[in-house]
């Protein structure tokens, strides 16, 4: 099992700057996804 701090570390050591972007981009994705739960969840 891979935890998110393990697959940054990963992605330092080879091509840091692509894999790096793409690090960045997951966690943005999966933090607006929770964002967006909360809203849902305050309307209800």
């Not at 700057?17 to 809203?39: C, K």
Request: hydrophobic residues 30%; without cysteine; charged residues 45%.
């Amino acid at each position: 099992m891979h935890t998110l701090m393990d697959m940054f570390r990963d992605s330092q050591m080879h091509e840091p700057q692509e894999e790096e972007g793409v690090f960045l981009y997951l966690l943005e994705d999966e933090l607006e996804d929770r964002r967006m739960e909360e809203r849902e969840g305050a309307e209800e």
